[in-house]
């Protein structure tokens, strides 16, 4: 994604941001997404979902970047990241469960 409704986004945290706003504020009403594929700039429509009166689009969006990978140190800090990750899988799907028992209305038409 490189720009919204003519405007370039820029990059980092503050363009995810700038466009998370964009949609929350803007349900049932198009958004022009600018995106760059193959070399080439696209401009494709994008309506967001009117979920509460706020704009959703289903998707994550998250700041690129380069992941550094190391070698664990000892035997303890990979048991240790193991079981911090682990925790993190469990807390989202735990997460998950909970927003499809108490919102099922919602995010039925969702699951397949």
Known sequence: LIGLNGQPLGGGSTAVQTLVDAVKSSPSQELQVEIKRQGETLSVPMIPADLGGSGRIGAQLQPAGVE????????????SRANRDFAAIWTRTIDGFWTLITNFGETASQVS
């Open 68 to 79: 550094n990978f190391r070698r664990p140190a000892n035997p303890l800090e990979v048991i």
